[in-house]
């Protein structure tokens, strides 16, 4: 078994292909409508689905905004430098909630972004 993709329902399908592309530089893997039930699906991630996971944006018609909850937490994505990777996310448009830093009670070196609908993104320095 292996992890195919994660779902997050969104607000704005273009403004979140935006971030997940232009921000953090993933790519459109694939994309498609369906009508009957008013919802896009586009799958984005750093690499063939064949090859790595992909994160699920799902866009339902006419819904802008969702509440976030307490249950999920964050996506974590592996980063060769987090301090670098935080100057560029700024650079692009984005927003860091956590610069980059040893996590508490740790030496790893952690930060945390936003993408528009709230969502937490993790960069864990390799």
């Avoid at 307490?70 to 987090?82: P, S």
Wanted: neutral net charge; hydrophobic residues 40%; glycine residues 12%.
């Amino acid at each position: 078994m292996r992890i195919l993709h994660t779902m997050l329902r969104v607000g704005d399908l273009e403004r979140s292909l935006a971030f997940y592309t232009q921000v953090l530089g993933m790519q459109l893997l694939r994309k498609k409508d369906y009508p009957e039930g008013k919802f896009t699906l586009a799958f984005v991630g750093f690499g063939p689905e064949s090859e790595q996971a992909a994160l699920e944006l799902t866009w339902n018609w006419g819904t802008e905004k969702y509440e976030l909850g307490t249950g999920f937490g964050h996506i974590a994505l592996e980063v060769l430098d987090a301090y670098a990777a935080c100057a560029e996310i700024k650079k692009r448009g984005g927003v860091v909630t956590r610069e980059a830093g040893p996590m508490k009670h740790g030496t790893t070196v952690i930060a945390f972004v936003q993408d528009p609908d709230g969502y937490k993104i993790e960069l864990i320095q390799k």
